[in-house]
């Protein structure tokens, strides 16, 4: 995907939202996208706190919502959990030039959102119903609401749509299996067999000890994992919004949750399985799989057939964040997706 094939699919989609909210002729031209007037979340440039209501009482989720488009609105659900919307800001450098809507959102417990001290939160049926009422305090409805989730967020916005999918019109599964027993036995036969098996070790010693909080951990991960698997590239070129979001990271939320690290998991997401329901979703969803992923790119391929309306996004030079290591293809593949479920043609072809 050249960039300049991807600057053709961006101006083609803008050019239908632009068509959509014309002005008749002969009136002022103002781009809708642009316009912010109307909006009770103008003062704050786009940024809205959603109070949430949980059993331990009631708190604060952080969102910011950029561009205005009727038909495609996007909530992004960030991976962890417990990390922050910060390292999916790539979008801004494409997404308003395809005249999309799209809102970051920190879930609860996350840098920009309150951090309550209430371990009982961290469930994924609670955050189910957080996302809900996001939605709800956003006003996205059937018409215009796709989800997005990467990662931890694919695997909510799954759990989400099994409940919820009455209300999307469309969803995209970036990076994230329908299961966690198989996304571990993958690690376990694939990725941790192609490491160094010293490091390995060593990585292995550390999580035996419940040492994982010493920096020489972490190091060995960054190294042997990361730099392959998550993001191919020097940890000290990583994008500024990648290191702002792994430095705001709640490991109180993320190590009970996910686990140490994301050399498979082993906190309270460890058995959890979908593919006996993921037929389920019946609304068009894309999911984005990648060569080099902590997840099997192959499973990927399967969850874009297993669901009725899918379409599978492969991207041969990425790993779990293509968004940056094949970016343009990733962005591509987005775009026209989003693009085709407005206009009728979703699910078109895997």
């Not at 910011?64 to 996007?74: A, E, T």
């Not at 957080?130 to 799954?158: C, I, P, T």
């Not at 941790?192 to 909080?213: C, S």
Request: a negative charge; aromatic letters at 10%.
């Amino acid at each position: 995907m050249s960039a300049r094939s991807l600057h053709l699919i961006l101006l083609l989609a803008a050019a239908a939202t632009a068509a959509a909210g014309a002005a008749p002729t002969g009136a002022p031209v103002r781009d809708p996208y642009l316009d912010y007037s109307g909006h009770d979340d103008v003062l704050a440039g786009g940024v809205k706190m959603i109070p949430v209501q949980t059993a331990q009482g009631t708190f604060h989720v952080w969102t910011k919502r950029v561009g205005n488009n009727p038909r495609i609105k996007v909530l992004l659900l960030h991976g962890g959990p417990g990390v922050t919307h910060e390292y999916l800001e790539a979008f801004d450098s494409y997404l308003p030039a395809a005249g999309i809507e799209y809102y970051y959102y920190d879930q609860l417990g996350s840098y920009y959102s309150d951090q309550p001290k209430e371990p009982q939160l961290w469930q994924l049926a609670r955050f189910v119903e957080e996302v809900e009422q996001v939605r709800k305090a956003l006003g996205l409805e059937r018409d215009n609401f796709f989800l997005y989730g990467h990662s931890w967020g694919g695997l909510l916005a799954m759990e989400y749509a099994l409940k919820y999918q009455a209300h999307l019109k469309g969803l995209v599964i970036s990076n994230m299996m329908a299961s966690v027993p198989a996304y571990n036995l993958y690690a376990r036969e694939v990725l941790m067999p192609a490491m160094n098996q010293q490091a390995l070790a060593e990585i292995k010693r550390f999580e035996t000890q419940g040492d994982t909080e010493n920096p020489r951990y972490m190091q060995l991960l960054m190294k042997e994992q990361y730099e392959v698997h998550i993001l191919r590239m020097p940890e000290d070129q990583w994008p500024d919004p990648v290191q702002r979001a792994f430095k705001h990271m709640n490991r109180d939320i993320y190590v009970p949750m996910q686990g140490p690290s994301e050399l498979g998991a082993s906190g309270a997401l460890e058995n959890w399985d979908r593919t006996k329901d993921v037929a389920r979703i019946s609304v068009p969803t894309l999911v984005i799989g990648a060569r080099y992923d902590t997840m099997d790119p192959k499973h990927m391929q399967w969850l874009a057939n297993a669901v009725p309306h899918g379409r599978y996004l492969y991207c041969p030079t990425g790993s779990h964040l293509a968004l940056y290591d094949d970016q343009q293809l990733y962005i591509a593949g987005l775009v026209r997706f989003l693009a085709d479920v407005d206009a009728g043609r979703a699910g078109a072809g895997h």
